[in-house]
């Protein structure tokens, strides 16, 4: 399927050939046929990706803390490196589409094959939506009008916030496709609606609709007070885009004392006290569509905020617009300035660019029939290959990758390139991240269909680099194929989990299984590791880790998701342990800083050879601080690990330190070994029994620490 794309490093728009989405059971796939460009929102996203590195700097002053941080703690190739990746990786554009439903997922209600809808669907052939972020379209109401739909509801939360009375007076700063739907919106509510804005062509605009404007080159201040008999507006509603204060400024101006402000657009917030102050005024930020609006709850899992208690929600915004819609309370027409094949899509972005006046673009998109519609394009889109296929090379290590996330993106496909795998599949859910990593390193195809996958004779290794409580199945499923299986830890989620894992490994028969624990190759790592094991003497470890806040709802804490920090990350340092005492842990101890969580825990671990280790995995910390630190005291002896770059040991005759240039966290030469053991017919890199010991050991903490 076709969407657009932008380069955030050079802002340049393509029109890519993607995998169709995979859609899961809570979704529902819409295929587009229409979506509308707001001149406003996306000319901001369009200019920043066309900026240069200093102007990008410019624009986000709060990232550039972070970077610095990171040059102190990681160092400055490190962090080139970092930005570089995620400055490389495209921006999905759009958030207005209207489409009929192609398909729908199992627990999805309300919704059927063919209907009408629309959604904050982004600018492709298909889009993937949610129940609560979909809403059905009247048969009264055409394409043209629908896909305008986001856009009214944004204005429409607004004005929920302001809560106008029939009457009131009501001032709208900023008169794009935004300003010009609310103020329609507001005149059929009865309220006197003053249209302000510093285009002349849009105050022509808004008084075609009929709406009350200042007069060209007048004073707002004045004509407000004319208006309004001196008493100042009841509310504004600033729908405007610009970094100056001058909007936030006039709408304190011209409102009466307690009067209403509402910010919709995005403008400076250098806000004046005694505006504010001497006229009570009170201020509040609209957040885009309504209540539920980043709520991965609501709109990802579909529970819905009773009626009773939220009575305008994102989905309900939307179909109070499409009922203004209906009633013709909402003029569509004259805010549509251009319009575009979606083939087109780059010339319509220089559009933003250009002193044309722009409005709304539409974009058009293949109209098929309904007998089409189905059935033509769903079972063959979910693969696309990029080059020639080559002929299969038995002995070398042929592998797809399930996910393409930012670290799988960023780090492992390239070690497995530089390591020399053929990169056979990238998969990924959506497509985007597959076709941008898909086309960085040349695989050969890059799909959504992970079946196929399994399937396929050309590949005999997978690597599975997706959400965590997937891992489990996937690594049974990949075994069971016949597959050699590198997979980002944790190995599995739940005791159960590591059971069927162990299952299958007995099944099968020369076949590898490896968890990316990397840290236990990394050069500074060994180094250690060659110069404590001819030791007898008892080792004691102190491992602190920087690990830094993570919200309670991201997807790593959800232990059905995540599996949560202990699981999904203190593995780590559980498996660097054991590597460096060359024992086993028979006896353990773990508590958290707080109430039961396992985002701040200090871990300690008994060894069978009576060696001891502390990990402290810590969140309350800040990010100045290096991130991981590792200390061993041995036999007279001091190892002091910062950051996996700089390694110092004390005792000896002198005092010795070793440096790298950049941080190595052993990635690279984690992927190797694993390569060599697929190709070569070497042992397994980590021992299975070390993998499952400390998957077992990871969850019993967690739960222990949870309880």
């Known amino acids: 399927m ?5 380069d955030l490093k050079k802002g340049a728009i393509q029109v890519a050939d993607v995998p169709l989405p995979k859609m899961g059971p809570n979704e529902i796939l819409v295929r587009t046929s229409k979506s509308i460009i707001s001149a406003g929102t996306e000319r901001t996203l369009y200019e920043f990706g066309k900026a240069s590195m200093l102007g990008k700097i410019r624009k986000q002053p709060d990232k550039v803390k972070e970077v610095l941080n ?8 490190t962090t080139i490196a970092t930005v570089n990746s995620k400055l490389d990786q495209p921006m999905e554009l759009g958030y207005c589409n209207v489409g009929v439903v192609e398909s729908v997922g199992n627990s999805v209600t309300g919704f059927k094959v063919g209907d009408r809808v629309v959604s904050n669907g982004k600018h492709a052939e298909f889009v993937i939506s949610t129940a609560n972020l979909t809403a059905r379209v009247p048969d009264e ?30 001032a709208v700063i900023g008169l794009g496709l935004i300003g010009l739907l609310t103020v329609q919106i507001l005149k059929a509510n009865g309220c006197h609606v ?26 707002p201040i004045s004509f407000v007070n004319h208006i309004t008999k001196n008493r100042g507006v009841d509310a504004v509603l600033i729908a405007a885009a610009t970094e100056s204060n001058d909007p936030i400024s006039l709408a304190a101006n011209i409102s009466r004392k307690r009067g209403r402000i509402v910010l919709v657009g995005v403008v400076g917030l250098e806000l004046s006290r005694a505006d504010f102050y001497e006229k009570e005024l009170t201020f509040q930020v609209s957040c885009s569509y309504g209540p539920g609006r980043y709520d991965e709850n609501y709109e990802k899992k579909g529970w819905d905020y009773p009626i009773g208690f939220v009575r305008w929600t994102e989905q309900r915004n939307f179909e109070a617009a499409l009922e203004l819609m209906k009633q013709g309370l909402i003029n569509i027409a004259p805010l549509i300035s251009h319009r575009f ?8 972005y220089e559009l933003l660019e250009s002193n044309q006046r722009v409005m709304g673009i539409l974009l058009e998109y293949e109209n098929l029939s309904n007998s089409d519609r189905v059935a033509d394009d769903l079972s063959k889109s979910q693969t696309i290959s990029l080059i020639k296929k080559s002929s299969i090379d038995n002995l070398r290590c042929r592998i797809a990758f399930l996910g393409a996330g930012n670290y799988s993106g960023r780090v492992l496909i390239k070690a497995f390139k530089n390591a020399g795998a053929k990169l056979i599949v990238l998969l990924s859910n959506r497509g985007i991240s597959a076709f941008h990593f898909g086309s960085k390193y040349h695989f050969e195809d890059i799909s ?5 996958i399994y399937e396929s004779d050309r590949i005999n290794t997978i690597a599975i680099c997706t959400r965590h409580h997937l891992h489990a199945d996937q690594i049974v499923k990949a075994l069971d194929s016949g597959k050699n299986i590198f997979c980002e830890k944790p190995l599995a989620l739940t005791l159960d989990e590591v059971i069927k894992v162990e299952e299958a490994v007995r099944k099968s028969e020369g076949l590898i299984l490896m968890v990316g624990f990397n840290r236990r190759f990394s050069p500074h790592i060994i180094k250690i590791k060659s110069s404590i094991k001819s030791s007898l003497a008892l080792k004691s470890f102190v491992m602190t880790v920087n690990a830094g806040y993570i919200p309670k709802d991201h997807w790593t804490q959800d232990p059905n998701v995540g599996g949560g920090r202990v699981v999904g990350e203190v593995c780590h340092f559980i498996d660097l342990l054991c590597f460096l005492s060359g024992s086993v842990v028979v006896d353990w101890y773990a508590n958290a800083l707080g109430e039961p969580s396992d985002d701040t825990v200090t871990v300690t671990l008994l060894f069978k050879d009576g060696s001891i280790g502390t990990i402290h995995y810590l969140t309350n910390g800040n990010s100045r601080f290096q991130k991981e630190r590792l200390e061993i005291f041995c036999d007279g002896k001091i190892y002091q690990l910062n950051n996996y770059k700089k390694l110092n040991i004390y005792g000896g005759a002198v005092n010795r330190c070793f440096r790298l240039l950049m941080q190595d966290k052993g990635q690279n030469a984690c992927v190797r070994a694993f390569i060599d053991s697929v190709e070569k017919g070497y042992p397994p890199p980590i021992p299975i029994e070390e993998i499952i010991a400390t998957a077992k050991l990871s969850i019993a903490i967690a739960n222990k620490i949870r309880a």
């Open 2 to 6: 076709k969407q657009i794309l932008q």
């Open 141 to 170: 109401v055409s394409d043209e009008q629908a896909v305008f739909t986001v856009l009214t509801a944004i204005g429409l939360q607004g004005i929920r916030l302001v809560k106008p009375e029939i009457g009131e007076t009501i």
């Open 448 to 452: 959504t269909d992970d079946q196929a």
């Open 70 to 77: 990171k040059v102190q703690t990681d160092g400055l190739l």
């Open 341 to 348: 094949h979606l083939s087109d899509a780059g010339a319509a």
């Open 194 to 219: 003053i249209a302000l804005d510093i285009s002349e062509e849009k105050l022509e605009l808004a008084k075609q609709l009929g709406l009350e404007t200042i007069p060209v080159g007048g004073d």
